[in-house]
């Protein structure tokens, strides 16, 4: 019995020692360690390498001389970063106690939109603004126009319902969301919901499933459901972006291309289709990037930019008149 | 002091001369409520290389049909708390993961009667453990929730040596007096090996590919029938009180892994708890 208790003992020790099948503890603040993860993991997750013709090794042999072991944080943080914006998307990021990484995708062109000539031109300082619409009549009661900077979360049905009630009457509805650089995907598909009648597929998705530059599922189509409501707007609408239309701007207009009656008009969307994925780093820093693609209806991929239907871009002199091109030719669009 | 007897576990003079059906319906039985505390770790490593620890907060509560012969057992575990991580190097930083966990676990355990005894006793079975976490990290952006399950088949053996005490016993220390109350005490180490260890992970891509027309739960997820790896064990201390109930210090370990892979995951509990188990059938011994 003797034997018994000894050898339980022996099993208690080994069984409470998990070390024995567990990975050592990978917290390191070694910047060779840190830049080498954070590349890998780029390189195992990133779904747009070839879409955008990136030779990431290439980028190592470039950024990786630029680190060593003794390095301070903040010049670890600003080759990183660097490293990070070759891969130009709005998406990636790394982010530190003390900076965060971005890449500026409303510079890839200028802003299409000046929101001061609207308000002072257009729609005037009595306008509407509806939770994050900001609305009004254009050209005799015959346009509705409703401008969203960004998705934020909180579109709701009193919200649409007064807004779409309000304007059923009109020929048409201008949606601008020039500069919208995104938020949460769900308003885009609840303000969709208002603008079909029947399901329509509106876009397809496909996620990376293994550590290959192309290794991606089988693209998933997604259907978008009519709103419940019946207070709905199904006639022509056009919706405005321009390279600040970003993330959730960008899937808006990507689905709203599916939709039979709205048309896109402006400059290309900025792109920020992928969805980021988030991660850490040995040394605690945390960081993004794109590991899904959405694709258009037809297969397209739009990472880099839709173009819209029309192309249409502010004259600085028309501006600088009070005039918003964009806007007066999505008007004659409708008109 | 006979109804003491009656039905303490390691009663077996009884069971001799009762029916199988009676020896079942007479077999003691438990409500055990149990609380305590768990020192664990994680790592998740689909988002990040760091072990991340915490104490958490550990509520069971467990139905026990136990005698020399035969131990049947069905509990249900809850913990929760935080997982942390502290920079101290450099420029601090920290991050925390909040986590849920749900356990379910039953076994069933014969006594082998060759290498038992009167005070020693060897038993040996199967048990079964399904869990299943959720956690938050809100760091981690998208990636921030995390859940998956894990269920486990094991191969267990326990042993346990018995102290049992029939009379009150009169003793005196200097000059005080005080009396030994009669009384059982178990001992015990259950160890659980894995026969089948499977899980329900995240695929590759960590927060799956969101479309509109999919449940999002368990989207994109990957079963292993076999993989990775699981081990526990309990190390348990039992006083009978005169009432029937009894009592029970025990520490259990729990660690596992989900195997090889970019989305490996690994776990361990270390709980410390305190539980008391009510006698449900007194009345019937």
New interface residues.
């Given amino acids: 019995m003797k034997k018994l208790i000894l050898s339980m003992l022996v099993i208690s020790l080994f069984a409470s020692c998990e070390k024995a099948f567990f990975k050592k503890n990978g917290e390191s603040t070694n910047a060779v360690e840190n830049f080498d993860y954070l590349w890998e993991q780029c390189d195992i997750r990133y779904a747009y390498f070839d879409y955008k013709n990136i030779d990431w090794n290439q980028v190592y042999a470039q950024y990786r001389p630029k680190v060593y072991e003794d390095m301070s944080e903040d010049s670890l943080f600003s080759v990183m970063g660097a490293m990070l914006n070759e891969l130009r998307d709005g998406h990636v990021n790394l982010i530190s106690p003390f900076n965060i990484s971005v890449f500026d995708v409303e510079l890839l062109g200028p802003d299409n939109v000046d929101d001061r000539v609207i308000l002072e031109n257009y729609i005037g300082t009595d306008r509407m603004i509806t939770g994050p619409f900001t609305h009004d009549f254009l050209r005799n009661k015959e346009i509705g126009y409703i401008r969203l900077r960004s998705f934020p979360g909180g579109v709701d049905n009193v919200q649409l319902d007064y807004i779409l009630t309000r304007y059923k009457d009109t020929k048409g509805l201008i949606f601008d969301i020039r500069q919208n650089g995104g938020g949460v995907i769900n308003d885009a598909y609840n303000i969709l919901r208002r603008f079909i009648d029947k399901q329509t597929f509106v876009y397809q998705s496909r996620g990376k499933i293994g550590p290959g530059h192309n290794e991606f599922g089988e693209p998933e189509k997604s259907f978008l459901s009519p709103a419940e409501s019946n207070i709905k707007y199904l006639k022509k609408i056009v919706v405005l972006t321009d390279r600040g239309t970003y993330s959730s701007g960008s899937f808006f207009a990507l689905m709203a291309k599916g939709v039979d009656h709205m048309m896109i008009m402006g400059d290309t969307t900025g792109g920020g289709l992928g969805l980021p994925n988030g991660g850490q780093l040995p040394n605690g820093w945390t960081f993004r990037c794109s590991i899904t693609q959405a694709l258009d209806i037809n297969g397209n991929n739009y990472e880099n930019g839709m173009p819209p239907d029309k192309l249409v871009l502010v004259d600085k002199l028309s501006l600088a008149q009070g005039i918003d091109d964009v806007l007066e030719a999505a008007m004659n669009e409708i008109q | 002091m006979v109804a003491l007897g009656l039905c303490l576990p390691g009663s077996t003079a009884q069971e001799t001369t009762l029916s199988k059906k009676q020896v079942r319906k007479e077999r003691p039985k438990y409500l055990q409520v149990g609380m305590g505390l768990n020192r664990g ?1 994680l ?1 998740d490593y ?6 991340y620890k915490g104490v958490l907060f550990n509520y069971s509560i467990g139905y026990l049909k136990m005698d020399t012969a035969r131990e049947v057992k069905f509990t249900a575990r809850f913990n929760n708390g935080r997982y942390k ?1 502290k ?1 101290t ?7 925390r993961a909040s986590m849920y966990v749900l356990y379910l676990n039953y076994y069933r355990l014969y006594r082998l009667n060759k290498l038992s005894n009167s005070n ?1 006793y ?1 038993q040996a079975g199967g048990m079964f453990d399904a869990n299943l976490d959720f956690r938050i990290n809100d ?6 929730y995390g859940y998956e399950s894990f269920n486990t088949f094991f191969l267990s053996g326990k ?1 346990t040596r018995r102290w049992e005490r029939t009379e009150t016993v009169h003793k005196k220390f200097l000059f005080i007096k005080y009396k030994l109350n009669p009384r059982i005490a178990l001992f015990s ?1 259950q ?1 659980n090996l894995p026969v089948m260890h499977n899980s329900l992970r995240n ?12 449940l999002p739960v368990f989207k ?1 997820y990957e079963y292993k029938t076999f993989g990775g ?1 699981r ?3 309990e ?1 348990a201390y039992t006083r009978q009180m005169q009432n029937g109930n009894m009592w029970r210090i025990s520490y259990l ?1 729990d ?1 596992y ?1 989900s195997g090889r892979g ?1 989305n ?1 995951f ?1 776990l ?1 509990n ?1 709980i410390a708890e305190f539980s008391l188990l009510f006698h449900l059938n007194k009345n019937t011994q």
């Fill in positions: 770790s790592r689909a988002t990040s290389p760091i072990t991580y920079r190097t450099g420029i601090q930083s920290d991050s020693w060897v760091g981690l952006m998208n990636a921030g042993v180490y160890l695929g590759f891509a960590y927060i799956g590919n969101e479309g509109l027309n999919t994109e790896l081990f526990c064990s190390l370990w660690a892994t970019y490996r690994e361990s270390h």
